[in-house]
């Protein structure tokens, strides 16, 4: 007996989720100050994975980062994709999402007195990016896609870390990493008008 779709399951829970995260901005904006960092940064966040889902399709998945009293130490991110990809379009996806991200942090004039370094680099930013399957046919079976498809790209301490699924060890393993001027430089030498277009 085949169980319903993962990806019908995983969008009820985002719909839960983005519902529960847009209360909790409410709240948290109403008993909060102007002023608060961790508001200001998670509105940040929303207005992005916004543009995120619209263009590339990818669903917000999770929020956080370091929010001091008067200052904005490090915005993280994470999405959920429902794509089969390698290595180099995760890179792709990675790198454009973390410049689209830092273009906006950088562009929002109420953030910017709050950013512990403007413009905010790719040190200011926690970026990642998880590769779920659509289905799944038992509940003992990942939500990842297998091998050799990339299950987790993210950007952590100024490196992009690559990882699969290993369905014999059930777990994530890490294949590759790279500074993020390796990566960058490799997305803008195979695809120069990629990041002008942002």
Do not use: W
Not at 176 to 182: A, F, G, I, L, Q
Request: proline share 4%.
């Amino acid at each position: 007996m085949k169980i319903p779709s993962c990806y019908r399951f995983i969008e009820l829970r985002m719909k839960t989720l983005n519902t529960f995260l847009i209360l909790s901005f409410v709240f948290f904006y109403s008993c909060a100050s102007k002023n608060d960092t961790a508001v200001l940064g998670y509105g940040e966040i929303i207005s992005f994975s916004k543009k995120m889902h619209k263009k590339n399709h990818l669903d917000l998945f999770g929020i956080g980062g370091i929010y001091q009293e008067k200052t904005i130490d490090i915005m993280d991110v994470d999405y959920n994709c429902y794509e089969k990809v390698d290595l180099a379009v995760a890179r792709m996806q990675l790198i454009t999402g973390i410049e689209g991200f830092l273009n906006d942090i950088n562009q929002n004039l109420k953030l910017r007195p709050y950013l512990r370094q403007y413009p905010c680099t790719h040190q200011g930013v926690r970026m990642a990016i998880l590769y779920s399957k659509t289905e799944i046919n038992d509940e003992t079976e990942s939500v990842f896609v297998p091998p050799p498809y990339i299950a987790s790209a993210f950007l952590v301490n100024g490196r992009l870390n690559y990882s699969i699924y290993d369905t014999e060890k059930d777990k994530l393993v890490h294949v590759h990493d790279e500074t993020y001027e390796e990566a960058l430089q490799i997305v803008t030498n195979e695809n120069p008008d990629l990041l002008q277009t942002r």
